[in-house]
């Protein structure tokens, strides 16, 4: 049985109660993820319907991984699961905003914390460089997934 609402009304969708998610001509939804505690963005990801199923089922989030073209459960191998805290729809259901504590405290597959561990500076004319604002990872990734190379990757 599906946990969604058909989008009947633009009335219905924006002020209804009922979870009416408007997936994208390819089947994914935008997802923001943050830290309940910090407000810190730690992740942008998509979901399809079954990942946004299970991760309002099991209180875990989970993901459509577009490299890997399959359903992706956060922290299965890593073990950094993101329990969500809280899950928030905009107002015409078409992304998402999960709140979440993370086991191990890092989100990012490169070992940072947050997939957002470079600032882009602005207001300049030249090609800009990168700055880290994260000083060091949280754990090694080739300890945690390997060292094979990601072919999706690039």
Request: with cysteine; net charge negative; aromatic share 8%.
């Given at each position: 049985?599906s946990?969604?609402s058909?989008?009947?009304?633009?009335?219905q969708?924006?002020e209804?109660?009922?979870?009416?998610?408007?997936?994208?001509?390819?089947?994914?939804?935008?997802?923001?993820?943050?830290?309940?505690?910090?407000?810190?963005?730690?992740?942008?990801?998509?979901?399809?319907?079954?990942?946004?199923?299970?991760?309002?089922?099991?209180?875990?989030?989970?993901?459509w991984?577009?490299?890997?073209q399959?359903?992706?459960?956060k922290?299965?191998?890593?073990?950094?699961?993101?329990?969500?805290?809280?899950m928030?729809?905009?107002?015409?259901?078409?992304?998402?905003?999960?709140?979440?504590?993370?086991?191990?405290?890092a989100?990012?597959?490169?070992?940072?914390?947050?997939?957002?561990?470079?600032?882009?500076?602005?207001?300049?004319?030249?090609?800009?460089?990168?700055?880290?604002?994260?000083?060091?990872?949280?754990?090694?990734?080739?300890?945690?997934?390997?060292?094979?190379?990601?072919?999706?990757?690039?």
């Amino acid at each position: 049985m599906s946990l969604f609402s058909p989008r009947l009304t633009v009335e219905q969708v924006e002020e209804g109660h009922g979870l009416a998610p408007k997936f994208g001509a390819d089947g994914l939804i935008p997802v923001v993820t943050t830290d309940a505690g910090s407000g810190e963005v730690l992740m942008m990801g998509v979901m399809n319907a079954d990942a946004l199923t299970r991760s309002i089922r099991t209180g875990e989030a989970h993901y459509w991984s577009r490299s890997r073209q399959c359903l992706w459960h956060k922290g299965a191998t890593s073990g950094l699961v993101q329990k969500i805290v809280e899950m928030r729809i905009d107002d015409d259901q078409d992304a998402i905003w999960l709140r979440v504590e993370v086991s191990g405290g890092a989100s990012c597959h490169v070992g940072y914390r947050s997939c957002f561990y470079r600032a882009v500076p602005v207001g300049g004319a030249k090609v800009p460089t990168l700055i880290f604002t994260e000083a060091e990872k949280v754990f090694d990734p080739v300890q945690v997934y390997g060292d094979a190379p990601n072919p999706t990757r690039l």
